[in-house]
């Protein structure tokens, strides 16, 4: 899929020809995301398309939505407004008729299950954590302040498979 060309039809139809094409460019790294604005010096900036938007069923759709989107940051950008998600970013957005959100993130399995001894909670994360304690606990025995009593345990293959729900299977 031509990236020039989606921006190119976006461009004409809602912002009069008057964007200058940024660099435009595909992303194997983006997952939960499906594209983002980069800005990067006044006369430059960059817009990058998750690839994994090619392999779904309706990826031209999906891309043209995400490019609308990541579009509507550059213009604010490119006249020196905010260009995050305010009140004139949700004004375009929906005149254009293109979403807010992601509808196809890619969901990554949890790996990892850790848990407090003391309250017995069971935390699932993807990566392996540094030395960390249970919120819950530090904020009940220790006014929220960080203790060792409170220090969360990597659980065995046993007890994670006794955590983990199907929908956490993936």
């Avoid at 912002?15 to 940024?22: C, S």
């Avoid at 990541?70 to 254009?96: C, D, Q, S, V």
Wanted: proline residues 5%.
């Amino acid at each position: 899929m031509d990236l020039n060309r989606v921006f190119t039809e976006w461009n004409l139809k809602y912002f009069r020809g008057a964007l200058p094409v940024p660099e435009l460019r595909w992303n194997s790294r983006l997952k939960t995301t499906a594209g983002r604005f980069i800005p990067q010096t006044r006369s430059k900036a960059a817009i990058e398309i998750a690839t994994y938007l090619l392999s779904l069923a309706d990826a031209e759709a999906l891309v043209k939505d995400t490019i609308g989107h990541e579009m509507i940051h550059y213009w604010l950008w490119l006249k020196r407004k905010p260009y995050g998600h305010t009140a004139e970013f949700y004004k375009l957005m929906n005149e254009m008729g293109v979403s807010r959100y992601n509808p196809v993130p890619i969901h990554r399995p949890f790996k990892h299950c850790y848990i407090c001894d003391e309250c017995g909670q069971k935390i699932m994360v993807r990566k392996r954590l540094p030395k960390a304690a249970c919120a819950e606990c530090c904020n009940r025995y220790s006014e929220g302040k960080y203790h060792s009593d409170y220090t969360l345990r990597l659980a065995s293959e046993y007890e994670i498979i006794s955590v983990i729900t199907p929908d956490q299977v993936g």
